[in-house]
């Protein structure tokens, strides 16, 4: 559809936008896919629920099973305006960039070699993931990577049970967290306060 033309008061709208402005609304669907929101401002969407679209990842900066978990039609949001969609004519959307960064506030607390008890989320074929709390996970490779020590075979980590991890490595641009057992080496008997 040529929106400029079938829609120009959507399309002029969609390009008075810019990013970072701060948008609110109520959401008007949820689907497996995001969150669609209709903006107090805008105009309606000739074909959508709502002319804002909250994608997954731009929900929560927490993991969550479903949309529902985050946001409740009828809800009133405010959001940040992060794009123009033209294929689809909506206002791309974040609810978490309005909300601190839980990955920066713990690099911002933490050092490299500090001690943390965690619980293994997950036993993957690559490491062990452990939650660390707040939102917070890390994983402790079954292989060396990069200088950082290897964990333990697989069959020594139970999912649900509680472990002793050291920071190795917080790599803030790809949003990893990389760990280690203490007693692995490098790290071993350094405790820091948190």
Not at 19 to 34: K, P, Q, W, Y
Not at 37 to 59: C, K, N, Q, S
Not at 182 to 188: D, F, N, R, T
């Amino acid at each position: 559809m040529d929106w400029q033309s079938e829609s120009p008061e959507l399309w002029a709208f969609l390009e008075s936008l810019h990013r970072g402005d701060i948008l609110s609304g109520t959401v008007a669907a949820i689907e497996r896919f995001g969150v669609f929101v209709a903006l107090d401002d805008g105009p309606g969407h000739p074909t959508l629920p709502g002319v804002g679209f909250l994608g997954i990842p731009e929900l929560s900066w927490r993991r969550f099973d479903d949309p529902t978990d985050v946001v409740q039609v009828g809800q009133r949001v405010s959001c940040e305006f992060i794009g123009f969609d033209t294929y689809n004519a909506e206002a791309r959307l974040s609810l978490k960039a309005l909300e601190p960064d839980p990955l920066q506030a713990f690099a911002d607390r933490t050092v490299v070699g500090q001690e943390f008890r965690g619980t293994v989320e997950k036993v993957l074929p690559i490491g062990v993931l452990v939650d660390l709390g707040d939102g917070i996970f890390g994983l402790v490779p079954f292989r060396e990577v990069d200088g950082r020590p290897a964990a333990s075979p697989a069959e020594d980590f139970e999912v649900g049970e509680e472990i002793a991890v050291v920071v190795a490595e917080i790599e803030l641009p790809r949003r990893r967290v990389f760990l280690s057992r203490p007693e692995s080496g490098q790290y071993a008997g350094v405790v820091l306060p948190t």
